[in-house]
């Protein structure tokens, strides 16, 4: 089955910390997006790539980091510098042609200890 | 400076009977629209979509309505069933090129009671 899977499911981090969320997706997509989503809010785009070793940053890209070494892959890093890390995660994908609907994975919740 | 507005933080509607979710937008680059259905800690799933040369969208149950005049989109479920409780999100996107971004609304909770 194709589709996007984020991992983990929950993660936790202490304050100081960088973290890493994994985003692999198999629908031979070529943009990738990441996501935050917090309570009573909608989705704000953190980072986006359109292509292998390409991204931009989104609307809230401050605190974090991204790579595009493969077209399956889009790890998000959560570094010490994202000040209210505390969130819900999306990543998604989608087709660079026409159809600009984009399909997600998910989900990663990380909390601060 | 909210482009995408759902002003309707809930809405509640008895099964059978139509839901009718609102979003409003203010960018007029948006040129293609699209709801999508979430779960809790699930990710959103793709409802519907419309591009704006078209004023209707229909797909089974789901219509989305668009009025770029009033810079508006509805979304109508007909008939609503309880397994459509859900959170509803309204995005939109400015065409051109290769721009693939989108811009979320807040979500509409609706609940379909039985």
């Known amino acids: 089955d194709g589709g996007i899977t984020q991992s983990p499911k929950y993660l936790f981090r202490k304050e100081g910390q960088n973290v890493t969320l994994s985003c692999e997706q198999n629908l031979n997509h070529d943009a990738m997006y990441w996501y935050r989503q917090d309570p009573g809010q909608g989705l704000r785009l953190i980072y986006y790539s359109q292509i292998v070793n390409d991204f931009q940053k989104g609307d809230i890209a401050e605190g974090y980091s991204v790579s595009r070494e493969k077209k399956e892959s889009f790890p998000l890093t959560v570094t010490s510098a994202q000040k209210n890390p505390t969130a819900f995660y999306l990543c998604a994908s989608s087709i660079s042609t026409f159809g600009r609907a984009q399909h997600f994975g998910d989900g990663t919740r990380l909390s601060i200890l | 400076d909210q482009q995408v507005k759902q002003n309707s933080p809930s809405l509640s509607v008895q099964e059978g009977r139509i839901s009718i979710l609102n979003c409003d937008y203010t960018?007029?680059?948006?040129?293609?629209f699209l709801w999508y259905k979430k779960y809790p800690a699930e990710g959103p799933t793709f409802l519907i979509s419309?591009?704006?040369?078209?004023d209707k969208n229909e797909d089974g149950r789901f219509t989305v309505f668009l009025n770029k005049s009033a810079k508006h989109l509805s979304l109508h479920i007909v008939p609503s069933q309880p397994g459509d409780s859900a959170v509803y999100f309204c995005a939109a996107s400015a065409g051109g090129g290769s721009n693939y971004k989108l811009t979320f609304g807040k979500g509409t909770l609706l609940t379909v009671n039985p």
């Open positions: 960018n007029s680059m948006f040129d293609y």
């Open positions: 419309i591009s704006s040369i078209k």
